[in-house]
T-cell receptor, first 111, second 114 residues
């Protein structure tokens, strides 16, 4: 089976940097994704890591360490609109490449 | 721009009614999914499909059923709705790319069973 752990809530100040961690256990790891979901909205894709290292997309970066079964999402220059839930999702390497989502981290950005 | 649609967006019905939640995508994706999500909570995979005539149950036990007769259409049916089915239902589709199986989500159907 697969399991993921991420903090349930994080609070950070506008303009600051915040890191949301995700650890996972899975048989046949293929990749780790991050999704953002605003209250009342649908999840939207942010980033994907299949190999170790850092992927940068504007203010958002995502990191993966396959040997540690660990990844994180880094949000820089926080804005109020970044207040949302952030889900890590692990993709396995089975024939169907199933995706399992974590519980989500609710980020609150304060002035 | 993702093109995945769900209808209805909101539905309030009485116990025992049969309902079908519609999901359609115009991206030609083979993989489609149904998730159940309570407010502020995690997404639970209840059904998925890897192509026409392929459907599988997800991790969360569900009394719903799905069908996949056409690539673009993946409806979910509840034969007899109960208050415990009250939740948000999200449909998604994906195709393997350099960004893994990036999932595109529809806007969701918020179901309330009285």
């Amino acid at each position: 089976g697969q399991s993921l752990e991420q903090p349930s809530e994080v609070t950070a100040v506008e303009g600051a940097i915040v890191q949301i961690n995700c650890t996972y256990q899975t048989s046949g790891f293929y990749g780790l994704s991050w999704y953002q979901q605003h209250d009342g909205g649908a999840p939207t894709f942010l980033s994907y890591n299949a190999l170790d290292g850092l992927e940068e997309t504007g203010r958002f970066s995502s990191f993966l360490s396959r040997s540690d079964s660990y990844g994180y999402l880094l949000l820089q220059e926080l804005q109020m609109k970044d207040s949302a839930s952030y889900f890590c999702a692990v993709e396995n390497s089975g024939g169907y490449q199933k995706v399992t989502f974590g519980i989500g981290t609710k980020l609150q950005v304060i002035p | 721009e993702a093109d995945i649609y769900q209808t209805p967006r909101y539905l309030v019905i009485g116990t025992g009614k049969k309902i079908t939640l519609e999901c359609s995508q115009t991206m030609g994706h083979d993989k489609m999914y149904w998730y159940q999500q309570d407010p502020g909570m995690e997404l639970h995979l209840i059904h998925y499909s890897y192509g026409v005539n392929s459907t599988e149950k997800g991790d969360l036990s569900s009394e719903s059923t799905v069908s996949r007769i056409r690539t673009e259409h993946f409806p979910l049916t509840l034969e007899s709705a109960r208050p415990s089915h009250t939740s948000q239902y999200l449909c998604a589709s994906s195709e393997p790319t350099a960004r893994g199986n990036e999932q595109f989500f529809g806007p969701g159907t918020r179901l309330t069973v009285l």
